[in-house]
């Protein structure tokens, strides 16, 4: 991947190391996790359509965030019930 302002070639972060433009996280294949640039049609990856595996990584990451909201609820019932039990 190069950056879009000095076009260098960037290998891993969030800011071109040579300009520090912030640089845009890519979409990956909600089917296989290969990275899709906008100028595809499919991924590389598995041959999907673009839209069919950037629809699948929403639809991942929803549930993944749904998974951790609900995991933190359950934490904080937990640490209620031990207070009020005086554990």
């Known amino acids: 991947m190069y950056c879009p302002r000095c076009r260098v070639e960037k290998l ?3 800011f071109c190391s040579a300009c520090g433009v912030k640089l845009d996280k890519i979409p990956t294949c909600g ?3 290969t990275e899709i640039w ?3 049609k499919y991924c590389s990856g598995c041959g ?3 839209e069919d595996a950037l629809d699948k990584a929403t639809s991942n990451e929803s549930i993944l ?3 951790a909201r609900q995991e933190e609820v359950a934490k904080k019932k937990k640490g209620f019930l031990k207070r ?3 554990m």
């Open 12 to 14: 891993n972060g969030r």
């Open 65 to 67: 965030k749904e998974a």
């Open 31 to 33: 089917y296989c996790g």
């Open 38 to 40: 906008s100028t595809a």
């Open 48 to 50: 999907k359509k673009k």
């Open 84 to 86: 009020l039990l005086g």
